[in-house]
């Protein structure tokens, strides 16, 4: 379902819209961000040298030391007065980041997530089961207003709560739960020990996000809890959920909402564009936030871009799932890795479960890693075969062994139930 006319537009009427927003937004950021003002003096850039949305590339890039520098509130474009909500980051490797809203901003953003909903299969009347984190997180609120904008009733339980969520989604008969990846397995799990087929819960689809989520995990998901499942982008310095979201139609890469969100992907290296369809960073620019402009924001998020007409009539543009992130790269003994291109290389070998961990060491001035996968609860201990067969496709895929592969029982690996899950620990340090 498209929610508006302008997701299937034509794509020259939609440049001409990006392009006046693109002006309006940077000439509101040089009068009121002293930051940007700064930047674009610097740059030699003046709003008025913005003529079309292809001149977005003379604009500064932003990444998120500059918010951390700017605590708390130094990228905000409007006076205190006209704030109507703040959100920040979690905080985890230091400063959070402190992002900010108008009430046309909030109204915006609840379209925009109300457009995801409605792309995943979502229909005015359903029942939305929340299970985003409430509070400074800008899951929670993010989806709730966003179900309310397109008519559907809101279950605001929040993460967490494990037992309680499925014993609310079955006696409230939800139709959509939204929570990350990794929980998602996580309440499979806990409703088969509480004596429920996972499949027969009333849920029919589950939008996950905050985590990336590899083919093989998202087949996991889908196959335990019998449901459709749509992966939906965002991040609190842009707006929050709602930047992109896969149609359940064809689940072919997520639509960017275009008309707010403008797209690009660089070399991280080079910080220059890649061709399309070439895998790089994603940067995304803001085109109607009044709040909080942000030009040309490293996302540190590595995917694709998708300019072709989608099988559902969208004409926005589609981003690849993320695959991993710049800062997540792990260097052993010379090699480069990705958390996610291990999990893409050995989730779908029968006898995986889609848990595992990964542990950095160092050893002599040598970097060792320590790989553990659990079993699934079908495949017997010690088995030899299913241990030889990881090694053989990660060498394979990867050109690469980790020092030491452990299969563990199912449940071995730590669960998260709130917040995103953590794969890699790197003791080097």
């Known amino acids: 379902m498209v929610y508006k006319p302008l ?87 230091g400063k959070p980041k402190i992002v900010s809203y108008t009430d046309d901003d909030l109204d915006n953003w609840s379209e925009v997530v109300a457009r995801s909903l409605a792309a995943s299969g979502t229909e005015p009347g359903d029942t939305v089961q929340n299970a985003y984190g409430y509070g400074l997180f800008t899951g929670g609120l993010g989806l709730h207003d966003g179900a309310e904008e397109l008519g559907a009733t809101v279950i605001p339980i929040g993460s967490g709560q494990t037992q309680r969520q499925v014993e609310l989604m079955t006696d409230l008969e939800s139709d959509v739960f939204t929570c990350t990846p990794s929980y998602a397995l996580y309440l499979a799990e806990t409703a088969e020990e509480m004596g429920h087929d996972p499949s027969d819960l009333p849920i029919s689809t589950i939008i996950f996000g905050a985590e990336p989520c590899t083919d093989p995990m998202r087949a996991e998901i889908e196959e335990r809890l019998g449901v459709d499942g749509i992966d939906v982008y965002g991040l609190s310095e842009i707006i929050g959920p709602g930047v992109s979201c896969e149609c359940h139609e064809a689940q072919d890469g997520l639509h960017v909402w275009e008309d707010h969100f403008y797209p690009e992907v660089i070399d991280p290296q080079t910080k220059e564009p ?80 889609p848990h595992y961990r990964i542990d950095l060491y160092k050893e002599d001035n040598l970097d060792i890693l320590e790989l553990t996968i659990e079993r699934t609860a079908e495949q017997g201990p010690g088995d030899k075969a299913l241990e030889d067969e990881i090694i053989e496709r990660l060498e394979n895929v990867l050109a690469f062994t980790p020092d ?10 730590e669960r998260t139930q709130v917040g995103k899950v953590k794969r890699v620990y790197d003791h080097r340090d």
Do not use: W
């Open 274 to 353: 890649v061709e399309e369809g070439e895998e790089g960073e994603l940067v995304l620019t803001t085109l109607t936030k009044e709040a909080l402009p942000v030009f040309r924001y490293r996302t540190g998020d590595l995917t694709t871009l998708n300019y072709d007409e989608c099988a559902c009539g969208r004409t926005m543009v589609r981003m690849d799932n993320v695959t991993g992130r710049t800062d997540d790269l792990l260097i052993v003994r010379g090699v480069n890795l990705y958390p996610s291109e291990i999990e893409h290389a050995v989730l779908d070998i029968d006898g995986v479960a």
């Open 7 to 93: 997701e299937a537009s034509d794509r020259t009427e939609l440049r001409a819209l990006q392009t006046d927003r693109l002006q309006e937004i940077v000439t509101h950021a040089y009068e009121n961000v002293p930051f940007y003002r700064e930047k674009l003096d610097e740059a030699g850039v003046s709003p008025g040298d913005i003529q079309s949305i292809d001149d977005i590339t003379k604009l500064p890039m932003t990444t998120k030391e500059d918010f951390r520098d700017e605590y708390p509130d130094g990228l905000f474009a409007v006076d205190d007065e006209d704030v109507a909500r703040i959100h920040a980051s979690s905080g985890t490797t």
């Open 404 to 413: 030491e592969l452990e299969l563990v029982a199912p449940g071995s690996i």
